[in-house]
């Protein structure tokens, strides 16, 4: 976290790309302004102990951009994607790269 943090610069516009499990279809996708994001990350539950969040929060880093979650169906030890994400990866893969297009011209 700390070496993305670190390259991160002033005002400079950024797409965190992360997994959500809210209970929802696995694959569907989110987006949320970042400093939405920022705001309501104290209000959920945190897989890592020092979040990305909770340092542009700390320094008050002016940064702009996106929050893309992506809808998971299980969480488990392991470094293989779900049944369900494998056969939709193609699909969220373009979504993100159209998300991505998008947003980071606005």
């Not at 965190?16 to 499990?21: F, G, N």
């Not at 970042?34 to 979040?51: F, R, V």
């Not at 542009?56 to 049944?83: A, D, H, M, Q, W």
Request: glycine share 6%; aromatic share 10%.
């Amino acid at each position: 976290i700390w070496f993305c943090f670190n390259h991160i610069n002033d005002n400079e516009r950024i797409m965190i790309i992360d997994a959500v499990q809210t209970g929802q279809e696995p694959g569907k996708i989110y987006v949320y302004d970042l400093s939405d994001a920022c705001e309501e990350y104290g209000k959920t539950y945190a897989a890592h102990e020092m979040s990305i969040f909770d340092l542009l929060k700390l320094y008050s880093k002016p940064v702009k951009g996106y929050l893309i979650c992506v809808e998971i169906s299980e969480i488990g030890l392991g470094t293989r994607l779900s049944n369900e994400l494998t056969v939709k990866l193609n699909d969220i893969c373009k979504e993100i790269e159209k998300i991505i297009k998008e947003k980071g011209h606005a």
